[in-house]
């Protein structure tokens, strides 16, 4: 399928606010897979499972159909770091986990001066003494690799490393199956070429 440029991406301005609009987006995806307000189906579906990637580190069903997702709260610029979330995931026996996550997002820039160390360790002194013992460490890139540089760096802090085109890849493994959804928020960010 053909997708056209995203708008909110690119404007005559050619500045580069584009890691601000991540940040949003990649809030509005991980609230949307919240089971408390009535959705589109399809997109809730897609969310849920861009959230099991960036969790588990794939999109296999199993992982979060088997789940309910109790609530998702997020904080965007929260101590310098992109985004932070408080998910709180319920199994079939009504057992939570309780889960914190920490993105930082690039658009088309490098990581720099040992922010993902630094932000791990601002993060874990957090949720040092709380319940959220499921603690993830996640690095997305609209990029259409991950850099060479930055692979490295997020090794080294432990944290996984995402372009959007994987996690693309892992919900449409075939450019078939890749269809609209229908809601112009969720395909304008996640399906559209953001040129």
């Not at 269809?179 to 112009?184: E, Q, V």
Request: with cysteine.
């Amino acid at each position: 399928m053909e997708t056209s440029i995203s708008l909110f991406m690119m404007d005559e301005s050619k500045t580069d606010n584009k890691e601000s609009v991540i940040d949003y987006f990649l809030s509005w995806t991980l609230r949307m897979t919240s089971e408390t307000e009535n959705r589109n189906d399809s997109v809730c579906g897609y969310c849920r499972q861009i959230l099991s990637i960036l969790l588990f580190g794939n999109a296999t069903k199993i992982d979060i159909d088997s789940l309910s997702v109790r609530s998702v709260k997020t904080w965007k610029q929260w101590r310098q770091i992109d985004l932070c979330a408080e998910i709180i995931l319920v199994d079939k026996e009504n057992k939570e986990s309780k889960h914190a996550l920490l993105i930082e997002d690039k658009a088309y820039s490098k990581l720099h001066g040992d922010q993902l160390n630094r932000y791990h360790k601002i993060f874990e002194d957090e949720y040092e003494n709380s319940n959220f013992i499921n603690r993830h460490y996640v690095y997305f890139t609209i990029a259409e690799k991950t850099p060479f540089e930055d692979k490295n760096l997020c090794e080294e802090a432990n944290y996984k490393a995402f372009t959007m085109d994987e996690i693309r890849e892992l919900i449409w493994p075939t450019e078939k199956e890749l269809k609209l959804t229908g809601n112009d928020v969720f395909d304008e960010f996640w399906i559209k070429n953001w040129g």
